[in-house]
């Protein structure tokens, strides 16, 4: 087995460089909670020969990638099929009490889009899964041959930021009593037809929006976010780096608000002194989210929509 050679990590050099200040010590634990094919994974172990490195995955097919691409690095290496959320129990089962970095890739993986079984690329006929682990849980055709017109709706909608999700769902409904649906070309004709035709003419392929929602859903990715951002800087210690990648305004404002509690003093704007029990406990390092710049985006189109977030830990929470 050979990693993918099209496979370009988005932002490797900024993202080795914000978390570089925190992995510099021997004994530095750094953890890759969406190792995917081990881009960065093996950045960081190139930069820090003496970094141990803790990866995440959800996807089986991508931890056996990333095993083969970081073999040479023998026992540096902990790999573990886990969902991100679940990082405080991968690390207590590793006897791991505090790390001093995170990062977090979100979103689909290179290897998942470019993968036609897999069913997460519009582009092309495919079967509609879109499980990011591929062994459990429903598929995008169980949502769409299951759920009523109104969950569709929400879930297009909430997920997709889809203006005509209703529209959309009510097609679905009447489009799956002749026959179920099983793979995306069908359910691309469809969006199309049912989105007017101004709208088809802006924004790129109008399927967009619905698959997010879909890839979402299935994959339960923001009720995910929303638990592992505080879980993971639960276990960052003092001093220690987390960056974050998005690739959604969704996923952007989660993290954003979660970063936040921890950086802004917990007490009203008014209070002349804030109590040192009070005091913020994370800094901000990146100011707003960070753009892959013009260079970046011609090198690697996908890092187009990448927002980046970082932040360092400053004192253990109240």
Not at 88 to 117: E, H, K, N, Y
Not at 233 to 239: D, E, Q, W
């Amino acid at each position: 087995m050979t990693t993918p050679p099209a496979h370009v990590p988005v932002l490797r050099d900024r993202v080795i460089a914000l978390l570089g200040p925190a992995l510099t010590e021997p004994g530095s634990v750094l953890v890759d909670a969406t190792v995917g094919l081990g881009g960065h994974a093996e950045a960081a172990l190139d930069g820090f020969p003496h970094l141990r490195l803790v990866g995440l995955d959800r996807d089986p097919a991508a931890l056996a990638w990333s095993a083969d691409r970081l073999a040479r690095f023998g026992e540096r290496v902990t790999l573990v099929h886990a969902v991100y959320d679940e990082l405080p129990s991968v690390l207590d089962d590793l006897g791991l009490a505090a790390v001093q970095g995170i990062v977090f890739d979100l979103g689909v993986s290179s290897m998942q889009l470019d993968r036609t079984d897999r069913g997460f690329a519009y582009s092309q006929d495919a079967p509609l899964d879109m499980r990011m682990d591929p062994t459990t849980g429903l598929t995008a055709a169980d949502v769409l041959n299951t759920y009523d017109a109104g969950d569709l709706a929400r879930v297009l909608r909430a997920y997709g930021e889809e203006r005509f999700a209703s529209r959309i769902a009510a097609r679905i409904v009447v489009e799956r009593k002749v026959a179920p649906f099983t793979t995306s070309a069908r359910l691309v004709e469809l969006i199309r037809d049912a989105i007017p035709a101004a709208a088809r003419r802006t924004g790129g392929n109008p399927a967009k929006r619905t698959f997010q929602a879909l890839r979402i859903e299935v994959n339960g990715e923001l009720d995910v976010l929303r638990r592992a951002i505080p879980a993971a800087l639960s276990r960052l210690a003092v001093g220690g780096r987390i960056v974050v990648m998005s690739y959604q305004s969704l996923e952007d404002r989660i993290v954003k608000q979660a970063l936040a509690v921890g950086a802004h003093p917990s007490v009203p704007d008014d209070l002349p002194i804030v109590p040192v029990d009070r005091q913020p406990w994370l800094r901000l390092i990146t100011r707003g989210a960070e753009r892959a710049d013009e260079n970046e985006i011609a090198a690697n189109p996908r890092s187009a929509p990448v927002r980046v977030r970082a932040a360092e830990r400053t004192a253990v929470a109240a």
